[in-house]
């Protein structure tokens, strides 16, 4: 019965080489037919549209080259997108101040701004305002007055930094100075100083005091 025993565990032991080599065959063959070919087009990956990072209680400044402030944006929190490059922002509020000194302040619920700050959507009460200008003795030589203050109001504004547009698909209410107006829908162009209103547009203009 031992010599049995003997002779069983000897098989067995001579067969466990052998049956090592056959898994192995069979993972390779596995690998083989499983792995895509050289040149084959890889399945992409499925991007989530997920927070990469967070911030809370935040202010980003901005210099230029003379080392002067050109815009501040603070907020509550703010959530950065990978796969769009996006950052959403509660309570955001936002001052900026162009080469002439002009400040511009913008307050919303939220916004959304994408990676180099060119496009700012603000959302939820939001509010613009371009302070006036103060007046210069060349300019009140030649005639020219400064530019009053300007106040957007909307459910949503739409600013493109770089092109000086502002744009809104949403009512909006005008406040130029104290001339009032209402529209549907915005566009804006800064640089040429060009408004127009589109829908239902009411305006309410109200003459200047003469002085005496």
């Excluded at 990978?82 to 002009?102: H, L, M, P, Q, Y």
């Excluded at 949403?170 to 130029?176: D, E, G, H, M, Q």
Aim: with cysteine.
């Amino acid at each position: 019965m031992k010599f049995r025993l003997r002779e069983t565990w000897d098989r067995f032991l001579l067969y466990v080489p052998m049956f090592c080599m056959a898994v192995l065959a069979l993972g390779t063959y596995w690998m083989v037919r499983t792995t895509p070919p050289p040149g084959a087009p890889q399945a992409k990956a499925v991007e989530r549209h997920d927070p990469d990072y967070f911030m809370e209680g935040f202010t980003l400044k901005s210099f230029d080259a003379k080392g002067r402030m050109r815009s501040e944006v603070m907020g509550d929190k703010a959530r950065h997108y990978a796969d769009n490059a996006w950052t959403e922002i509660d309570r955001v509020r936002f001052r900026s101040i162009d080469e002439k000194g002009r400040l511009t302040t913008a307050t919303a619920n939220s916004g959304l701004s994408n990676e180099d700050g060119s496009e700012v959507q603000l959302i939820g009460n939001a509010i613009v305002v371009r302070e006036a200008e103060v007046a210069s003795a060349a300019n009140s030589a030649k005639g020219i007055l400064p530019a009053p203050r300007m106040e957007y109001r909307s459910e949503f504004l739409h600013a493109f930094m770089t092109t000086e547009r502002l744009k809104s698909h949403k009512p909006v209410i005008l406040t130029r100075g104290i001339d009032r107006f209402t529209a549907d829908a915005l566009d804006f162009d800064n640089i040429d100083q060009v408004l127009t209103l589109h829908g239902r547009v009411r305006g309410t203009l109200t003459p200047a005091k003469q002085s005496p």
